[in-house]
């Protein structure tokens, strides 16, 4: 029952790409996209559930940023993605293409700020430097 509500939750996001941690490693986006990574003890903890809910009300400015969303709810299962960023708590973390953390946030952003953040990031610059060219 849990993992039904977890993905009628969800399900408003699903426009955007969104995958658990448990199955992927940061190396499967490489140079592909930007993953911003959503770090919780829990799925009912209230600020994974509000940063959750910022993500899904503005997907289309994160997929024009090719974001990718991970989740990781579940610190017992020391998935990959867990082990390499080691959060504490609620995390949100913030990759470059290049597999580089960029930020790091101890509480839910909304998407304008992480939009913002994303496109003051150099490679993110080029990417609009090389559009404007063609």
Do not use: C, N
Not at 89 to 106: C, H, Y
Request: no cysteine; glycine share 2%.
């Amino acid at each position: 029952m849990k993992f039904l509500f977890m993905i009628l939750w969800l399900l408003p996001a699903a426009a955007l790409a969104q995958v658990p941690a448990s199955g992927v490693t940061l190396d499967d986006y490489l140079w592909q996209k930007r993953p911003v990574v959503v770090f919780a003890d829990s799925a009912e903890d209230p600020a994974f559930r509000t940063q959750m809910d910022y993500l899904a009300r503005d997907a289309q400015s994160l997929e024009d940023r090719d974001v990718v969303i991970i989740t990781d709810t579940d610190p017992a299962a020391r998935s990959a993605v867990r082990e390499k960023l080691r959060p504490r708590g609620f995390s949100l973390v913030i990759l470059e293409k290049d597999g580089k953390v960029a930020l790091r946030k101890p509480m839910p952003w909304h998407v304008r700020e992480i939009v913002r953040a994303i496109d003051k990031f150099p490679l993110r610059r080029q990417e609009i430097e090389d559009a404007g060219r063609y």
